[in-house]
């Protein structure tokens, strides 16, 4: 019998209208983190990624080149899939929302099945549209009649729509965070969705008309209506597991959901209200994470800040840049990511740090140690350390502090290098081979406990370092110096 726990995590679906960039590759790494940890302990873990294609901004970058949206899109999903490889991102499903197969059914079922439901209603509706956010923005919301996000005026709408009795799930939702039955971390962003919803929430618009909205899924019986992208966007998380046809990966559901703050309102609004009305089990739980900023500004084209996950790779290596971004990036606040800062870490803590740590320590092992000496190896008193220690890691993962985790792994690495300086074992091995030795497989063994506690931040390296020590070898240059 099967009794491993399931653990189902996803990131945004993105969209695809432009390059990835670091906004993406953070978001998508912590959900790759997350997977890792829970396959590592035993569950059954399914993560999902994809992208959301239903947007107009897809249709005019198409036409920008010259090209179909279906054509385009072949494109930049491969850009994605390209970085998340890249990266070492470990998904079990990359969801395309204009995939007729896997999305398609799913989606008319949840449409039907708020129909059903008798949440949908057509009403005629004036409003402000953004295409940046893909949502209607209120008067208030703008500065000189400009969207403040994306310095655009939002589009004048008078149209008949598909509305959603958003305003029917209000105080049940409100009920739910509050108590807890839908955990929202950090505390700060449940304090500011509470606040929003207290604030009133009024019924939305699902649909736009055809002409308006050329690329998307049509409302079923009602043809010349689009269904809105966010309804659309939001199945996707269920779509993925069979919902609307044939559910069988339905039983990984209810999962947790990795986003940023910009979409905090879809993911903890709409979306539960629309599992409500659907009869669907509302999310395990919404991590909010932080986001990176660049020379204290939003990264944007148009301000030229924005910093490519490429060109981070290609500088520093998969691992290390996994490893920038999950112990510098604050896993709940702003960053501010720069090219110096980024370097001056990678030196401190990984060159210096980490790298400089393993090759002491292999280099020790491979000129004094064989195999089997390391093999038989055994110290008690060390080994309930680590137990210690990885229980910690475990604790600080499940409650999403990245950096935290991260930081306790580096203190067990400083440890380390100080009780190298204090007991120098590569003088004793000269003065008293025994205790030399002695001391050199404690090393070895601390190095080997490393290798398992940074495996779900940076397998890779956990690998090389395993390897390592199967073959008592010093490994390659795990982190070269920058100026090499
Ligand atoms: N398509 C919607 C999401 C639909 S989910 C059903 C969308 N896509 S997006 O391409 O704009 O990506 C938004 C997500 O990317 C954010 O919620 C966040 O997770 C991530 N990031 C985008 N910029 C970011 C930073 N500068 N820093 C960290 N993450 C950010 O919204």
Same mark, same amino acid.
């Given at each position: 019998?099967?009794?491993?726990?399931? %653990?189902?995590?996803?990131?945004?679906?993105?969209?695809?209208?432009?390059?990835?960039?670091?906004?993406?590759?953070?978001?998508?790494?912590?959900?790759?983190?997350?997977?890792?940890?829970?396959?590592?302990?035993?569950?059954?873990?399914?993560?999902?990624?994809?992208?959301?294609?239903?947007?107009?901004?897809?249709?005019?970058?198409?036409?920008?080149?010259?090209?179909?949206?279906?054509?385009?899109?072949?494109?930049?999903?491969?850009?994605?899939?390209?970085?998340?490889?890249?990266?070492?991102?470990?998904? &079990?499903?990359?969801?395309?929302?204009?995939?007729?197969?896997?999305?398609? +059914?799913?989606?008319?079922?949840?449409?039907?099945?708020?129909?059903?439901?008798?949440?949908?209603?057509?009403?005629?509706?004036?409003?402000?549209?953004?295409?940046?956010?893909?949502?209607?923005?209120?008067?208030?919301?703008?500065? &000189?009649?400009?969207?403040?996000?994306?310095?655009?005026?939002?589009?004048?709408?008078?149209?008949?729509?598909?509305?959603?009795?958003?305003?029917?799930?209000?105080?049940?939702?409100?009920?739910?965070?509050?108590?807890?039955?839908?955990?929202?971390?950090?505390?700060?962003?449940?304090?500011?969705?509470?606040?929003?919803?207290?604030?009133?929430?009024?019924?939305?618009?699902?649909?736009?008309?055809?002409?308006?909205?050329?690329?998307?899924?049509?409302?079923?019986?009602?043809?010349?209506?689009?269904?809105?992208?966010?309804?659309?966007?939001?199945?996707?998380?269920?779509?993925?597991?069979?919902?609307?046809?044939?559910?069988?990966?339905?039983?990984?559901?209810?999962?947790?959901?990795?986003?940023?703050?910009?979409?905090?309102?879809?993911?903890?609004?709409?979306?539960?209200?629309?599992?409500?009305?659907?009869?669907?089990?509302?999310?395990?739980?919404?991590?909010?994470?932080?986001?990176?900023?660049? !020379?204290?500004?939003?990264?944007?084209?148009?301000?030229?800040?924005?910093?490519?996950?490429?060109?981070?790779?290609?500088?520093?290596?998969?691992?290390?840049?996994?490893?920038?971004?999950?112990?510098?990036?604050?896993?709940?606040? &702003?960053?501010?990511?720069?090219?110096?800062?980024?370097?001056?870490?990678?030196?401190?803590?990984?060159?210096?740090?980490?790298?400089?740590?393993?090759?002491?320590?292999?280099?020790?092992?491979?000129? !004094?140690?064989?195999?089997?000496?390391?093999?038989?190896?055994?110290? &008690?008193?060390?080994?309930?350390?680590?137990?210690?220690?990885?229980?910690?890691?475990? =604790?600080?993962?499940?409650?999403?502090?990245?950096?935290?985790?991260?930081?306790?792994?580096?203190? %067990?690495?400083?440890?380390?290098?100080?009780?190298?300086?204090?007991?120098?074992?590569?003088?004793?091995?000269? =003065?008293? +081979? =025994?205790?030399?030795?002695? =001391?050199?497989?404690?090393?070895?063994?601390?190095?080997?406990?490393?290798?398992?506690?940074?495996?779900? %931040?940076? +397998?890779?390296?956990?690998?090389?370092?395993?390897?390592?020590?199967?073959?008592?070898?010093?490994?390659?240059?795990?982190?070269?110096?920058?100026?090499?």
């Amino acid at each position: 019998m099967n009794n491993r726990q399931t %653990f189902f995590v996803t990131s945004p679906i993105f969209y695809p209208n432009a390059q990835p960039h670091l906004g993406h590759a953070y978001t998508t790494l912590l959900c790759d983190v997350l997977a890792r940890h829970h396959r590592l302990v035993g569950d059954e873990a399914y993560f999902l990624t994809g992208t959301d294609e239903h947007t107009e901004k897809v249709v005019q970058a198409a036409k920008a080149q010259g090209q179909k949206p279906e054509e385009y899109l072949e494109e930049i999903v491969a850009r994605f899939k390209n970085l998340y490889q890249k990266l070492d991102i470990s998904y &079990d499903q990359f969801i395309r929302t204009s995939d007729q197969k896997i999305h398609l +059914p799913g989606a008319i079922e949840m449409w039907n099945r708020l129909v059903t439901a008798g949440d949908l209603y057509k009403s005629s509706y004036i409003g402000l549209y953004c295409v940046g956010h893909e949502a209607f923005m209120t008067e208030k919301e703008l500065v &000189d009649g400009l969207c403040p996000d994306h310095g655009m005026a939002p589009e004048k709408v008078t149209e008949v729509n598909w509305f959603f009795r958003l305003s029917k799930y209000a105080s049940q939702i409100e009920k739910f965070i509050a108590d807890g039955t839908l955990p929202i971390i950090p505390e700060s962003r449940k304090k500011e969705i509470l606040s929003f919803i207290r604030s009133g929430v009024q019924d939305v618009s699902f649909s736009r008309p055809k002409e308006k909205m050329t690329w998307g899924i049509p409302v079923p019986n009602d043809p010349g209506q689009t269904m809105y992208i966010w309804v659309d966007a939001l199945t996707n998380y269920i779509t993925a597991l069979g919902f609307g046809r044939g559910e069988e990966l339905m039983r990984f559901w209810p999962g947790m959901h990795v986003i940023g703050k910009d979409i905090l309102r879809f993911h903890t609004v709409f979306w539960p209200a629309m599992l409500l009305s659907a009869n669907l089990p509302l999310p395990k739980m919404v991590f909010v994470h932080g986001t990176i900023i660049s !020379n204290g500004k939003k990264m944007s084209k148009t301000l030229g800040n924005i910093i490519n996950p490429y060109e981070l790779i290609k500088k520093y290596g998969t691992d290390a840049t996994r490893y920038l971004l999950l112990r510098h990036v604050h896993s709940t606040e &702003d960053t501010d990511v720069t090219w110096e800062k980024l370097d001056e870490w990678y030196t401190a803590n990984l060159t210096n740090g980490l790298g400089n740590f393993i090759s002491r320590v292999m280099k020790m092992s491979e000129d !004094n140690l064989d195999i089997r000496e390391i093999q038989n190896f055994r110290n &008690d008193t060390l080994e309930a350390d680590a137990k210690d220690k990885q229980a910690k890691i475990h =604790e600080l993962l499940e409650q999403f502090r990245f950096n935290d985790a991260l930081d306790e792994i580096w203190k %067990f690495i400083a440890i380390g290098d100080e009780l190298i300086q204090k007991k120098k074992p590569f003088q004793l091995i000269k =003065e008293n +081979p =025994e205790k030399g030795k002695e =001391e050199i497989l404690n090393f070895v063994w601390r190095a080997f406990r490393i290798a398992n506690f940074i495996e779900p %931040f940076m +397998p890779d390296t956990s690998r090389k370092i395993r390897a390592a020590f199967q073959e008592n070898k010093k490994p390659e240059n795990l982190f070269p110096r920058l100026d090499t």
